[in-house]
């Protein structure tokens, strides 16, 4: 069974930077997309970034050029780099896990339902 859990969420200001890390279990990561999507409050969730096993990735087109999704798969670990933050970034972000897509970008719009494993969450608070 895959568990993934996040961390690296907080408050920040406008223009400032965080880094969100999530870490993986159970789970073969030459098989699975790894991604980041987020919730806003009243929002549907949303892809924001995605990657595969051999570092090809996805973006949003909201958070091309501010973000940067990276993974070590020796730490089974992926990473969300977030710079140049806005106050519309806020949301939950949630680690997603799916052997299925095949792509990062199909993952990246993958309907939440399919998704076969989702962390926790964390909290990005970006404040004008």
């Known amino acids: 069974q895959v568990q993934l859990v996040e961390s690296g969420g907080g408050s920040v200001q406008s223009g400032g930077s965080l880094r969100l890390s999530c870490t993986a279990s159970?789970?073969?990561?030459?098989?699975?997309?790894l991604g980041w999507f987020r919730q806003a409050p009243g929002k549907e969730r949303e892809g924001v970034a995605a990657i595969d096993s051999d570092g090809d990735t996805g973006y949003a087109d909201s958070v091309k050029g501010r973000f940067t999704i990276s993974r070590d798969n020796a730490k089974n670990t992926v990473y969300l780099q977030m710079n140049s933050l806005k106050p519309e970034d806020t949301a939950m972000y949630y680690c997603?896990?799916?052997?299925?897509?095949?792509?990062?970008?199909?993952?990246?719009?993958?309907?939440?339902?399919?998704?076969?494993?989702w962390g926790r969450g964390t909290l990005v608070t970006v404040s004008s």
């Open positions: 997603a896990a799916d052997a299925a897509v095949g792509s990062p970008r199909i993952l990246l719009h993958l309907p939440a339902t399919k998704v076969h494993a």
């Open positions: 159970g789970y073969n990561p030459e098989l699975y997309c």
